[in-house]
């Protein structure tokens, strides 16, 4: 049976992704040797890395003076490294979420962190609007899209001070304005390759202007200066990566992304609209997702979550189940994501629907 896969991540790559990992595990650009066998320094490795960052900046039109990085320790890294980086005594969080919570609580071992706003207060169903940014804060951190609740920021916010965005679910899933940024970063786990290594987005000039000291590893500017290869970079994730992007710009780039993106959620979000066993978990419509659907049974249907589960899951729907901190489904439909595969999953559900 064909298997539809949406799970939050590790997730879907495309297909040429696998097939080309799997061919240079075996035969490395014609070195004879598997990709995870051969040096990160030699001639081929370099310019696996080369490529990958030259296509990240060209898909997401990164400006000059920015650096794009490969490195380990997930996202979760990124969440104490990027304030250890760039906080001075003050910086602003929206809390958008479980993973804005765990950035909020490394930045407070680097200073005072100012929770601009929080939608904790409805489960984190929606995204606050219209809150005040200090001016003196080094920047603002945003969770650009929430993997778990299900909600994204629509728009970026109009501040005056820098940006930094936990991208690790919707990069490369819509463009973005990258110089409104100081870090962008994203594990690749979501929607670029497999779990091992993460992507960062970091601009120059922003580094270096604190006093406090920042050990080797821990210091952007080491793997700047280094172009990622410091110490051994996750060879072949980075490899697997690079075949995605190749996959993106094949594919129309971020534009074209973006334009099935609003078609699948779409037409995702309309059968949740109409179903009546369904509803989305997530009431403003301009702040669902277009990458994770959170949905739940209506009230009058609540007995049948566990029905409809296993009825899904024979039906070939994997992954659908939803985080314990919403409860009901989630469906990923990350970019690698065939409109195939939503359309099966909006059928069982109608199928589902009729069959009492
Ligand atoms: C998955 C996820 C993370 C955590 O990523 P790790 O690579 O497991 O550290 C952080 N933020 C968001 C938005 C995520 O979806």
Same mark, same amino acid.
């Given at each position: 049976m064909k298997k539809h896969n949406f799970y939050a991540g590790p997730s879907i790559l495309p297909e040429i992704t696998k097939e080309k990992t799997a061919e240079a595990i075996m035969n490395f650009a014609d070195t004879g040797l598997s990709v995870m066998e051969v040096?990160?320094?030699s001639k081929e490795f370099v310019a696996v890395m080369d490529e990958a960052q030259a296509l990240v900046k060209e898909l997401l039109k990164v400006p000059d003076g920015y650096s794009v990085l490969f490195i380990q320790g997930g996202a979760s890294l990124q969440f104490l490294m990027a304030p250890f980086n760039l906080m001075n005594k003050k910086a602003a969080y929206l809390n958008t979420g479980a993973w804005s919570k765990k950035a909020i609580k490394e930045a407070k071992f680097f200073g005072e962190v100012v929770?601009?706003?929080?939608s904790a207060d409805a489960n984190y169903n929606y995204i606050p609007k219209n809150y005040h940014v200090p001016a003196d804060a080094s920047y603002l951190h945003i969770t650009t899209n929430n993997t778990i609740y299900?909600?994204?920021?629509s728009t970026m916010p109009e501040v005056d001070i820098p940006l930094i965005g936990?991208?690790?679910?919707?990069?490369?899933?819509r463009p973005v304005d990258? !110089?409104?940024?100081?870090v962008i970063y994203a594990? !690749?786990?979501?929607?670029?390759? #497999?779990?091992g290594t993460t992507l960062i987005i970091v601009k120059?000039?922003?580094?270096?202007?604190?006093e406090r000291p920042i050990p080797t590893l821990l210091n952007y500017q080491t793997h700047i200066d280094k172009g990622s290869m410091f110490n051994t970079p996750a060879t072949l994730p980075v490899f697997a990566s690079l075949q995605t992007l190749r996959w993106l710009k094949e594919n129309g780039g971020i534009d074209a992304m973006e334009k099935t993106n609003i078609e699948k959620a779409g037409i995702l979000y309309d059968e949740l609209d109409r179903n009546k066993l369904f509803t989305s978990t997530v009431p403003n419509q301009d702040d669902r997702s277009k990458m994770n659907v959170t949905f739940v049974m209506t009230p009058d249907y609540a007995e049948l979550e566990k029905d409809f589960l296993d009825f899904a899951t024979a039906k070939?729907?994997?992954?659908i189940k939803g985080h314990r901190s919403v409860g009901g489904f989630r469906a990923?439909?990350?970019?690698?994501? #065939?409109i195939a595969s939503i359309k099966a999953l909006i059928a069982v559900m109608q199928e589902f629907e009729k069959r009492d």
């Open positions: 040096s990160h320094r929770e601009v706003a929080s299900g909600t994204q920021l936990d991208m690790s679910s919707d990069i490369f899933s990258v !110089a409104k940024f100081d594990g !690749a786990q979501k929607n670029l390759g #497999p779990a120059n000039d922003a580094l270096n202007k604190l070939g729907m994997v992954g990923s439909i990350y970019n690698a994501m #065939p």
